[in-house]
């Protein structure tokens, strides 16, 4: 086969990512007026086209799977299109049974074309605690298959052709994944299943009742999460009551995120006294009616990205966010503390958190990207490196600071990538249906929270990589590629 007729990785990314949002549009229409809405607030906030079309690409999608082997089959899945493990979330601490990594392109230049992510959560069998919801479960996990023959078999040729497919190959495969990840309205679980599994938890029904892992949510990024709340208000959405993450800020941090309230949708369920073969399909002799009931999975999210802190800078993230919480719960009203309190004790504690780009720079506290400013002549240059060379400077960052001050180098704050667990945690909480007021995460803190990295990287059959050393290679890179340009060591 001609090597030319190979689909670059990156072009498929944008396929994949692109055919899920129509099929998510399609499947849920308030998805894409809130893509409409984003895309507005954009649109008003920047200044050139072409930015807003790539940002007008940028989303994250969720999925939930329920054993190892789907997904080790994830994993296969998004590496083909430049999809990689980033990160363990432990969601355990927030009361849900399952932790999670994030599939996403790593390297600059990929995440610049296409940064699709896909945040994939992985049921804890070991962390559920009725004996017949966990038998009952796992029993529908062994019998289903979300994976058809023919995507497995893609997956076999595209690995032997050293991870890639040809225009055609990927286009079977493209439909064929989307079906994996695609809405069934029938479930796999008789109604009873389904009973017993919801009252263990309503997260387990999601994971383990259907044919699919259907995609729960796709959230486009804002650049102004605030604003487009309030559109979304507008539009008479159900919104989340609150917008999780750190507060607002000039220098926008990490990320923030909030929701339209899943959709009550209708699901059709076998009786219980139906027979069902192994691959769990309906008897075509089966008279018996389906029964009629509802289930609650399928939201709308959006999200503003800020930059990435360093470990330095999470720590003091962390710390302000277990004070905020610790401030909640000793707050009078505990039972059920009000949005806005939260907000204005959140907005209190991080006033200490530094929020001037120089600032966050001197203290560590996030990553940059370090670029040669273009429209510094040469002359300037060298006069840098005429100082830097007659200058013995003993510590690295006053060199680098100074090439700041002259204006030679630039320092841009790198995106975050990732995800926050309790933010994460605050959205599938008020994404469960079976609390209408969505209380914090803390509140309903009721197992014994551990994480498990070791079971979470066994399950996927290898490591997960660490979005610290990831960020710190970006800026470390960009540093370099500055001192070859000036001629100098920093
Ligand atoms: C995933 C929730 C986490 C986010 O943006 O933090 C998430 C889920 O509900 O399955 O997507
Ligand atoms: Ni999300």
Request: hydrophobic share 35%; charged share 25%; net charge negative.
């Amino acid at each position: 086969i001609d090597s030319d007729c190979y689909v670059e990785e990156d072009v498929l990314r944008t396929t994949f990512a692109l055919s899920m949002s129509a099929m998510y549009t399609a499947e849920v229409p308030l998805y894409g007026d809130l893509v409409q809405i984003v895309r507005n607030i954009n649109q008003s906030k920047l200044p050139s086209a072409t930015e807003t079309e790539r940002l007008s690409l940028e989303r994250h999608g969720a999925i939930r799977l329920g054993t190892n082997q789907e997904l080790q089959t994830v994993h296969r899945i998004f590496n083909l299109v430049g999809m990689h493990p980033v990160g363990y979330y432990d969601l355990s601490v927030a009361g849900l049974p399952m932790h999670a990594t994030c599939f996403r392109p790593v390297d600059g230049l990929s995440l610049q074309k296409n940064p699709f992510r896909v945040f994939t959560t992985l049921l804890r069998p070991d962390l559920l605690r009725s004996d017949d919801a966990k038998s009952v479960a796992l029993s529908l996990l062994r019998h289903r298959r979300i994976f058809s023959d023919e995507l497995m078999r893609l997956l076999d040729v595209a690995e032997s052709q050293g991870n890639r497919l040809t225009k055609s190959q990927a286009e079977t495969y493209i439909i064929q994944v989307l079906r994996s990840f695609s809405w069934h309205s029938t479930a796999a679980a008789n109604y009873e299943q389904y009973q017993l599994l919801k009252s263990e938890h309503p997260i387990l029904a999601d994971i383990a009742c259907f044919r699919s892992a259907h995609i729960n949510h796709l959230t486009p990024r804002t650049l102004d999460i605030t604003e487009a709340q309030s559109a979304m208000l507008q539009a008479k959405m159900a919104v989340k009551s609150r917008i999780e993450g750190p507060p607002r800020r000039k220098c926008p941090i990490l990320l923030r995120q909030t929701s339209f309230l899943a959709l009550e949708e209708k699901i059709h369920f076998p009786s219980s006294s139906s027979f069902y073969d192994a691959t769990l399909l309906r008897d075509p002799n089966d008279a018996t009616p389906l029964i009629e009931g509802s289930h609650k999975a399928r939201f709308g999210e959006i999200e503003e990205r800020g930059a990435a802190v360093t470990p330095k800078g999470r720590q003091l993230y962390d710390r302000l966010l277990e004070l905020v919480m610790q401030k909640a719960r000793s707050s009078d009203t505990a039972a059920t503390v009000d949005p806005h309190t939260i907000d204005k004790i959140m907005e209190d504690c991080f006033q200490v958190y530094p929020d001037d780009w120089d600032e966050l720079r001197k203290q560590g506290l996030v990553y940059y990207e370090y670029r040669i400013n273009m429209s510094q002549n040469t002359m300037m240059r060298r006069n840098a490196q005429a100082t830097f060379t007659s200058n013995s400077f003993d510590c690295r960052s006053t060199s680098l600071e100074s090439l700041i001050c002259e204006g030679i180098i630039e320092a841009v704050p790198i995106t975050y990538e990732d995800f926050l667990p309790f933010s994460a945690a605050g959205i599938f909480q008020s994404n469960l249906g079976s609390n209408k007021n969505d209380k914090s995460a803390t509140e309903r803190n009721e197992l014994n929270a551990c994480p498990d990295l070791e079971g979470f990287e066994r399950a996927l059959g290898t490591q997960v990589l660490d979005p610290d050393v990831l960020y710190a290679g970006m800026q470390k890179r960009s540093l370099e590629r500055c001192a070859t340009v000036l001629g100098i060591r920093i």
